[in-house]
């Protein structure tokens, strides 16, 4: 599954019982400056942009015969939000291709060579993907709570919070998470802007994106270009500094949808902002020497954007990954 997602760090941020993960103290210490107010405008502003947009798209949906929603042939999910201005429909689709030892997250785990015995305990990080997440999966423990219900249960979903926050104590640490005894709260990613501003000012530090606009179902004037939700994702930023959204780069880079520029200037969405960090997909690098053994994997969407900034930031693995599956809660799926 190509979803390259990176956990650089997880805080703690709400808690699933009455006891606190986070001292009250520690959330109010992350939001003492912020503008709560500021992000409450805006998380409204966000919201009613969101709903508006959907409304217009699902009105032409009844019209054209458009799909609203859709499981791809992939095993991913797609959500219809709003309509481009050539009349097309825009839809966010999940990133279906996709470890701790490749981005040296295993050097801070207890036993790793940094000596930091750092592993996620009474940490929480959001992430936002098509669908829900099997809460009950024996890889993550009852650790994920789902925050709202968008219908079945998503493999992809599924997937990507294993590679988060899997449980080093299952399937012989084959799935371990990037911080295995982190927790995590989980959304649907409609309305992802507005939640996001939500859980920002009530101390969110960090989530994780591995989904987008995919390249070839855009007007190429759009790939590249800083749009309204590459300008939202800063704005919420802006307002909220210490948060930090990792969105996946895509996988868009042989689609074909912008050949001409020999395989460079594909990132949409998200992926365009400026102070999120965006992630490239490569395969596993297991010794790290230097840059000649990295390899970047095929499909992995490149920048620069439009008004010439370097992206993606950075690269983690992509290609490979063995992590929980949504078929049941002993499922697993190398993708």
């Known amino acids: 599954m190509k979803n390259t997602i990176l956990v650089c760090s997880l805080t703690t941020l709400f808690c699933f019982t009455n006891a606190y993960c986070q001292t009250l103290a520690e959330r109010h210490a992350i939001t003492a400056n912020y503008d709560l107010q500021a992000l409450s405008i805006l998380e409204a502003e966000l919201r ?26 992939n095993g991913g999910n797609a959500l219809l939000v709003g309509v481009f201005d050539n009349g097309t429909p825009k839809y966010y689709a999940t990133y279906n291709r996709e470890g701790a030892i490749t981005t040296r997250a295993d050097r801070v785990h207890t036993g790793g060579v940094a000596g930091l015995d750092l592993n996620g305990e009474n940490m929480i990080a959001g992430v936002w993907d098509g669908g ?9 423990e009852d650790r994920v709570l789902q925050i709202d219900n968008p219908g079945s249960i998503s493999s992809h979903a599924t997937h990507v919070s294993g590679t988060m926050v899997g449980s080093a104590s299952q399937v012989n640490g084959q799935a371990k998470g990037m911080a295995p005894m982190a927790e995590l709260l989980a959304y649907d990613f409609g309305a992802d802007e507005p939640e996001m501003t939500s859980a920002a000012s009530q101390g969110m530090i960090l989530s994780n994106h591995s989904y987008g ?44 949808a912008n050949s001409s520029d020999g395989g460079y200037d594909y990132l949409t969405d998200k992926g365009v902002a400026k102070n999120n960090i965006v992630v490239a997909a490569t395969f596993e690098v297991l010794d790290y020497e230097d840059a000649s053994d990295v390899f970047m994997s095929s499909f992995s969407s490149w920048g620069p954007t439009d008004d010439g900034r370097i992206k993606p930031d950075i690269a983690a693995k992509g290609v490979n990954m063995y992590s929980a599956s949504g078929a049941s809660n002993a499922s697993y799926s190398l993708t």
Do not use: C
Not at 53 to 71: C, D, L, P, S, V
Not at 132 to 140: D, F, G, T
């Open 213 to 256: 606009i995919p390249a070839d179902n855009v007007p190429l004037w759009y790939i590249g270009y800083y749009d309204s939700n590459a300008r939202n994702i800063d704005r919420i930023i802006y307002n909220a500094p210490y948060y930090l959204p990792i969105i996946a780069a895509g996988n868009d880079r042989q689609s074909g």
């Open 48 to 73: 009613q942009d969101f709903e508006t947009n959907q409304r217009i798209a699902f009105e032409m949906a009844a019209q054209k015969g458009w799909e609203t929603h859709m499981i791809l042939p």
């Open 132 to 140: 829900l997440v099997r809460e009950s999966h024996n890889l993550l």
